[in-house]
């Protein structure tokens, strides 16, 4: 396997892209949260005591989708063009699914950019339930959708996922 974040003596470098010609990028990510029913439930009714818990993540991870070169040392720094954070909260299953959207006209792709907001979302979520829920687990943070680039489109084959009920 050839890894391009390593120079020729084994040196971690940021990978040369002015090269590349831009095109348009987009990635979709997802982050899966589990906790009680209950607490799903009262999220969604906007009963939880620090307030709009989806509305203050969905802020969490557009900001940690725009900031990815700064906790991530060797990603590049991108004008972003959009980033939309959803949810798909299920009190039956006491899950919240996250997904991170994000788009840009770049040399190099976004799948981190959506990765670190699906993952910054899911853990505001945990910051803002803990005092109800201490079991709150996050997982399944995956790469979902990608598109631009010589590398083309990929799309994460459907698999019977734990995340569903």
């Known amino acids: 396997m050839n890894f391009n974040h390593f120079d020729e003596r084994g040196n971690a470098v940021m990978v040369d892209v002015s ?12 982050a899966l949260v589990q906790m009680s029913s209950e607490l799903v439930a009262a999220i969604q009714a906007g009963g939880v005591a620090k307030g709009d818990v989806l509305g203050v993540a969905r802020l969490a991870g557009i900001q940690a989708a ?6 991530i040392p060797l990603s590049h ?10 949810f798909e909260p299920n009190a039956a299953s006491g899950r919240i699914m996250v997904k991170c959207t994000v788009r840009a006209f770049e040399r190099t792709g976004v799948e981190m950019e959506a990765m670190t907001g699906a993952s910054l979302a899911a853990l505001t979520i945990y910051d803002m339930c803990k005092g109800s829920d201490k079991s709150i687990a996050i997982g ?26």
């Open 140 to 165: 399944h943070i995956r790469l979902l959708y990608k598109e631009g680039g010589k590398s083309g489109i990929y799309r994460r084959e459907a698999d019977k996922r734990e995340d569903q009920p």
């Open 19 to 30: 090269a590349k010609q831009p095109t348009m990028r987009t990635a979709v990510a997802e």
């Open 77 to 86: 720094p991108l004008a972003l063009h959009a980033v939309f954070v959803d």
């Open 66 to 71: 725009k900031r990815t070169p700064e906790l």
